[in-house]
């Protein structure tokens, strides 16, 4: 008794002969779907294709309702800022640079379409980042005008008040020492009555008086005695009161710049001078600025100083921008800190994202990164527009993608594992895998996991462990190169769906797959209509498109497509005959029966069970290739409809 059963079905594993394969596997399956308990069923067709004015490869959208479509493969973001009320979008195109635009209208550009009324890119776009000022310098002045002249004394008393002294004096330590050569003249006492005898003679003196008006609104900072030392012919040493002269400190300035949307630049590289805390100096701050037309507009420049000895800068004040001014001084004169806003700790290193960065990835934790070449950069978490971090690998970084716990990176030789809680102390793991990547596109994350196209097949990566595993059980190196799948590697786009992975060649004339990498791994063509470049994902509505040269379409939104499953070669020791045959399926397919690699027999199928007979014939070689649209159930031959009844 000889009796052919297939009730489960299953996809094309490359790497075996046709006669080696499982009795459930195909030689050929295409547009096949056997997620339902192993049951051969269609992929379903997609929903009406949106035609737009240029090829699709990459489409964003937040609602699922409108979006952005791109010509060439671009990763875009929302903005990781919370409550963004500026509603920024993050895109960073396949040939590098970083730059933003919105899901709304700004002014009179437009933001997203719907995706069902021709989307397209952006209208307008933005570079990331914000530019520094150009230059910042720093004039010191005295704000109070200072006066000198001498009293004359009897027994304390001033009996003689000259006039201010106008002869020269000689600046020894500012603020602090002055020498000054008075005419003997001044220094003359009065004449006084002699001493009774009955009295303590009078005892006569000078001293050197200073008073401190302020030149702007006349107010008197400082008036009083002053010490002096007579150092002989009439020369002069004045000390300066502590109370008057101060301390000295060097003060240390620098400027940013903020945009319209309250991002902050790098600062400029500090200005120093060296002034008093007595509150008689002003510093006149003059600030450089060059806005890059490309970016966000500036709203204000921010002044930022020292105070003593701590480092910390504390913004001084801020200037508005005036569009086309580009020069603005600010004059300084305090003496404590009047804000509390202070620069970040590490804000002289918020430079803006690197003009060629690639492989825009969420990070996590409010972080972005990418890459040029050997180097990952990340920027400062919820602050896009500054990427201070940089880690370097030993080979080329060639794709991202987000992973739990990380990121993975491809390089030209293995994948790394990056994680962190924070840019700053992120940590690169070597995977036990070598295997290179080829593409950020040919990357995906499938269930929690990460799949990447190799030279050598697909890699799986979980859990920080990388496996070529699954792979390997569909495709050996030789037959992955022979399906073609190496020389168009740089074609690739990786994208899942229900579990299942989509390999779509962006190249006219290369086959697209869909492989499951579960238990049994195994792969099918898909062929919905027209060349594929590229698969869309919706995270939000958890909607799949596909992408066309000329629009794109809801994947599964339409009925059954037509389906091709061809059994394996069943090579039986032995010349049997099979003549009578049951078939359970819904829909409309057909079934050709081959004997010895001849066509024997083909059979119309209806929907429910059908059972008909099959004309005479032996052989050891028997195969089935079922085509058409719906669910393919069963298949069960037999010599004799009574044997195929007792099993």
Not at 208 to 226: E, I, M, P, S, Y
């Amino acid at each position: 008794m000889t009796v052919l059963k297939i009730n489960s079905f299953t996809g094309m594993i490359p790497r075996l002969p046709a006669e080696r394969l499982p009795e459930n596997a195909a030689t050929l399956a295409e547009n096949c779907y056997f997620g339902y308990g192993g049951e051969l069923r269609s992929m379903k067709a997609p929903g009406a294709k949106v035609t737009t004015a240029t090829a699709v490869r990459s489409l964003f959208t937040h609602d699922g309702i409108n979006g952005y479509v791109w010509p060439t493969y671009t990763r875009a973001y929302l903005s990781p800022t919370i409550d963004d009320f500026w509603r920024r979008v993050y895109f960073n195109p396949e040939s590098g640079g970083l730059r933003l635009t919105s899901t709304g209208p700004v002014g009179a550009e437009l933001g997203m379409r719907p995706l069902n009324n021709n989307p397209g890119a952006p209208s307008w776009s933005l570079k990331v980042g914000v530019k520094p000022p150009l230059s910042i310098a720093a004039t010191k002045s005295q704000d109070v005008n200072a006066y000198f002249w001498v009293q004359v004394l009897h027994d304390g008393v001033v009996v003689k008040d000259t006039a201010l002294l106008t002869q020269p004096f000689t600046e020894v330590v500012e603020w602090e020492q002055y020498r000054v050569t008075v005419e003997s003249a001044l220094l003359t006492f009065p004449t006084v009555p002699p001493a009774k005898p009955t009295q303590p003679p009078v005892v006569e003196s000078y001293r050197f008086w200073l008073k401190l008006v302020n030149k702007n609104d006349g107010a008197v900072r400082f008036d009083g005695a002053v010490s002096h030392l007579d150092e002989g012919a009439g020369v002069h040493l004045l000390t300066v009161p502590k109370v008057a002269s101060g301390y000295v400190s060097t003060i240390a300035y620098v400027a940013t710049v903020v945009n319209n949307v309250n991002e902050e630049s790098a600062p400029t590289a500090p200005v120093l001078i060296d002034s008093r805390d007595n509150g008689m100096f002003s510093t006149t701050i003059t600030v450089t600025i060059s806005p890059d037309a490309d970016q966000i507009a500036p709203q204000a420049i921010n002044v930022y100083r020292t105070y003593g000895t701590n480092t910390a800068y504390i913004l001084a004040d801020q200037l508005m921008y005036v569009p086309g001014q580009n020069s603005y001084e600010f004059v300084e004169d305090s003496t404590a800190p009047i804000t509390t806003a202070a620069l970040s700790d590490n804000q002289a290193e918020w430079e803006p994202p690197p003009e060629t960065i690639k492989h825009l990835t969420y990070a996590g934790n409010g972080s972005f990164c990418g890459a040029v070449g050997k180097d990952l950069y990340f920027c400062e978490p919820y602050r896009p527009h500054a990427w201070p971090y940089r880690m370097v690998f030993p080979n080329d970084i060639t794709g991202i993608i987000e992973i739990e716990g990380g990121v993975l990176v491809t390089t030209t030789t293995i994948p790394y594992f990056v994680y962190g809680s924070h840019p700053a102390s992120m940590t690169q793991q070597a995977v036990a895998a070598d295997q290179a990547g080829v593409s950020a596109k040919s990357m995906s994350r499938i269930e929690g996991s990460v799949v990447y196209a190799s030279h050598d097949g697909l890699v799986y990566v979980s859990g920080g462990q990388a496996s070529i595993n699954s792979s390997r059980q569909l495709f050996s190196r030789r037959s992955w190169e022979d399906a073609g799948f190496v020389a168009s590697l740089q074609f690739a786009a990786l994208a899942a769906w229900d579990g299942l992975l989509f390999y779509i060649h962006d190249a006219a004339g290369q086959p697209d797959y869909i492989f499951s990498l579960e238990e049994n791994p195994h792969a099918s063509f898909f062929n919905p209509g027209g060349d594929l470049t590229g698969i869309g994902i919706s995270a939000v509505t958890d909607t799949t498109y596909l992408l066309y040269a000329d629009g794109f379409a809801e994947n599964g939104a339409g009925g059954d497509l037509a389906l091709k499953w061809d059994s394996k070669v069943f090579d039986h020791p032995y010349d049997v005959s099979y003549a009578a045959c049951v078939v359970d399926a819904t829909g409309a397919f057909s079934v050709a029966f081959y004997c010895d690699g001849a066509l024997l027999h083909t059979q119309a199928i209806a929907s429910g069970e059908s059972a008909f007979r099959l004309p005479a014939k032996k052989g050891k070689k028997w195969q089935i290739k079922i085509s058409g649209a719906g669910e393919f159930r069963r298949i069960e031959m037999g010599q004799s409809f009574a044997e195929l009844k007792n099993g």
